[in-house]
Nanobody, 122 residues
Framework: QVQLRESGGGLVQAGGSLRLSCVIS????????MGWFRQAPGNEREFVAT????????LYADSVKGRFTISRDNAKNAGYLQMNSLKSDDTAVYYC???????????????WGQGTQVTVSS
């Protein structure tokens, strides 16, 4: 069994920064991509960013490009999302996910965390 656990969410003022972390435990995953998604109240879960297993390929949603940076540390089975210049529109529950494929679509990811709340006050 695979578990993903996010941390680092919280309340921040607009213009501030947060760093989310995601740690994978349980069964060893091989060559998996890690992605971040978010879901605001009343909205569908949307893609934020993803990173390949090697770390050499990344994709970002247009809404976060230039403000968010995704990274990973395979030795620690961990992934990170550095979020800068936060806006009120970034308020959502953020989920990390892992899967064998690389891309923006939710169905590409087999394992999901429980989510961490990010609230940006204006």
């Amino acid at each position: 069994q695979v578990q993903l656990r996010e941390s680092g969410g919280g309340l921040v003022q607009a213009g501030g920064s947060l760093r989310l972390s995601c740690v994978i435990s349980g069964r060893t995953l091989r060559s998996y991509s890690m992605g971040w998604f978010r879901q605001a109240p009343g909205n569908e879960r949307e893609f934020v960013a993803t990173i390949s297993f090697s770390g050499q390929a990344t994709l970002y949603a247009d809404s976060v490009k230039g403000r968010f940076t995704i990274s990973r540390d395979n030795a620690k089975n961990a992934g990170y999302l550095q979020m800068n210049s936060l806006k009120s529109d970034d308020t959502a529950v953020y989920y990390c996910a892992a899967g064998q494929s690389f891309g923006r679509l939710r169905h590409l990811y087999d394992y999901w965390g429980q989510g961490t709340q990010v609230t940006v006050s204006s």
